[in-house]
């Protein structure tokens, strides 16, 4: 036991200092480098790439088939332009669904594989999931509001400032 404990304790030790030089000779990016590497501006992520493949086209069907009332339609699409999304609050909640349906219906699969309860739990993830992005826009348009209110203060201030400015000119 104690062998093999040293023989791997000296493979690990071996094995880094093999990656650290290889690192060095290959000038290989590192830590911060590499995420920059990897999230490069206008490089489209996986996640992004499945949405536009699978998601948006269930979302489009499902455009002309959701109800929304004029109310909700008004107060969703006034939290999307408040968080400058861009989209429209139809199509926005539309995308959701889509996701949660894609979620349910993977949670499927899991029928016949044998693991019934597992689709059952994926369901319910799913209505979660679509709860949550809900959620999660209202705490973007909140922290967006807590931001302009922490900027009011200034902007009030340099207001009165130049208003004085203009009073000493006159």
Same mark, same amino acid.
């Given at each position: 036991?104690?062998?093999?404990?040293?023989?791997?304790?000296?493979?690990?030790?071996?094995? /880094?200092?093999?990656?650290?030089?290889?690192?060095?000779? +290959? &000038?290989?990016?590192? =830590?911060?480098?590499?995420?920059?590497?990897?999230?490069?501006?206008?490089? %489209?992520?996986?996640?992004?790439?499945?949405?536009? %493949?699978?998601?948006?086209?269930?979302?489009?069907?499902?455009?002309?088939?959701?109800?929304?009332?004029?109310?909700?339609?008004? #107060?969703? &699409?006034?939290?999307?332009?408040?968080?400058?999304? =861009?989209? /429209?609050?139809?199509?926005?909640?539309?995308? &959701?669904?889509?996701?949660?349906?894609?979620? *349910?219906?993977?949670?499927?699969?899991? @029928?016949?594989?044998?693991?019934?309860?597992?689709?059952?739990?994926? *369901?319910?993830? /799913?209505? @979660?999931?679509?709860? $949550?992005? @809900?959620?999660?826009?209202? &705490? %973007?348009?909140? %922290?967006?509001?807590?931001?302009?209110?922490?900027?009011?203060?200034?902007?009030?201030?340099?207001? @009165?400032?130049?208003? #004085?400015?203009? $009073?000493? +000119?006159?």
């Amino acid at each position: 036991m104690l062998i093999i404990t040293g023989i791997l304790i000296v493979t690990l030790l071996i094995g /880094s200092g093999m990656n650290m030089l290889m690192q060095h000779v +290959l &000038q290989l990016p590192r =830590g911060q480098q590499l995420k920059a590497i990897r999230n490069l501006p206008g490089k %489209k992520r996986l996640t992004d790439k499945l949405s536009e %493949k699978i998601i948006d086209p269930i979302g489009h069907i499902l455009v002309k088939a959701l109800p929304i009332s004029d109310y909700r339609e008004k #107060q969703l &699409q006034a939290d999307l332009d408040r968080i400058d999304s =861009g989209r /429209s609050a139809k199509e926005w909640i539309s995308n &959701q669904l889509a996701r949660s349906l894609v979620l *349910a219906l993977l949670g499927l699969l899991f @029928i016949p594989i044998g693991i019934p309860w597992l689709s059952l739990l994926t *369901a319910v993830t /799913s209505v @979660i999931a679509y709860f $949550r992005s @809900i959620q999660d826009l209202r &705490q %973007k348009v909140e %922290k967006t509001n807590r931001r302009i209110e922490a900027e009011l203060p200034r902007l009030v201030e340099s207001l @009165i400032y130049s208003l #004085q400015d203009n $009073r000493d +000119l006159i």
